[in-house]
């Protein structure tokens, strides 16, 4: 599971976004019949762990918003 969206700063929005394509690609690749989409479900996952990063996370300090 992703971080909430409120948590995140730019990087890590960016990275759910990244997230959430990639898991449309590799739905959309595997309905296909291809086994590169277990490629795709990588790197969406990657993309959702990258979300718990303290760098991908609003510092309270220097973020307001």
Do not use: H
Not at 11 to 36: E, P, Q, S, T, Y
């Amino acid at each position: 599971m992703i971080v909430p969206w409120r948590k995140l700063n730019t990087r890590g929005k960016m990275l759910a976004i990244m997230c959430v394509i990639n898991m449309w690609c590799a739905v959309v690749i595997a309905v296909d019949g291809k086994w590169i989409s277990l490629l795709s479900t990588f790197f969406a996952m990657v993309c959702g762990v990258c979300t718990y990063s303290s760098r991908s996370q609003k510092n309270n300090l220097n973020e307001r918003k």
